[in-house]
């Protein structure tokens, strides 16, 4: 069964960074799409930011420019890279893979930006 494990979250001041990682246990083949949600309180979840197998990434307009992610396939992870980071950043982060089809999703990790 595919799990996914995230680090990185935490309380940073405004204009501050951190990294998020996402490692999957468990074989995993055939992962087309790695990538961010996240969900403030009281809000829908919402898409981060995107990265395909081939490299294509795609970033929500809030986050364009602060944001980076990468990933490391032979190792079946992603990073969210998080710069410049605001107040309305705070949410939970979670990562997600769909793999043949599957969404499979993390537990989530808490970012929290205040000073």
């Known amino acids: 069964q595919v799990q996914l494990v995230e680090s990185g979250g935490g309380l940073v001041q405004p204009g501050g960074s951190l990294r998020l990682s996402c490692a999957a246990s468990?074989?995993?083949?055939?992962?087309?799409?790695m990538g961010w949600y996240r969900q403030a309180p009281g809000k829908q979840r919402e898409l981060v930011a995107t990265?395909?197998?081939?490299?294509?990434?795609n970033y929500a307009d809030s986050v364009k420019g602060r944001f980076t992610i990468s990933r490391d396939i032979p190792k079946n992870a992603v990073y969210l890279q998080m710069n410049s980071l605001k107040p309305e950043d705070t949410a939970i982060y979670y990562c997600?893979?769909?793999?043949?089809?599957?969404?499979?999703w993390g537990q989530g990790t808490q970012v929290t930006v205040s000073s």
């Open positions: 990265i395909t197998r081939s490299g294509n990434t």
């Open positions: 468990g074989s995993i083949f055939g992962i087309y799409v």
């Open positions: 997600n893979f769909v793999v043949s089809g599957t969404y499979y």
